[in-house]
């Protein structure tokens, strides 16, 4: 069995109304029948999300350029499922 990989705990500043909708968006996980997500959780699934999306640095120079990264992407994989 291999090693669990190294976990390191790295801080994040966020407008209070991106907390509440972390803690909002656990709490309907829960609702919808799965369970609780931390904040953690969900921001390290949105990280996983985004090197699945192969994100590349030129598209990430502003928060409006990951949006339209992600939404072309996003639109891509769509296509291609058909």
Not at 17 to 30: I, Y
């Amino acid at each position: 069995m291999g090693r669990p990989p190294k976990i390191l705990r790295g801080q994040m500043t966020m407008p209070r109304e991106d907390v509440e909708f972390l803690d909002t968006l656990g709490l309907d996980c829960k609702t919808a029948g799965g369970h609780l997500m931390s904040r953690t959780e969900i921001m390290r699934s949105l990280m996983v999300a985004s090197k699945k999306l192969k994100l590349k640095a030129e598209d990430l120079r502003t928060g409006e350029g990951v949006l339209a990264a992600v939404g072309s992407k996003r639109n891509a994989h769509q296509d291609r499922k058909g």
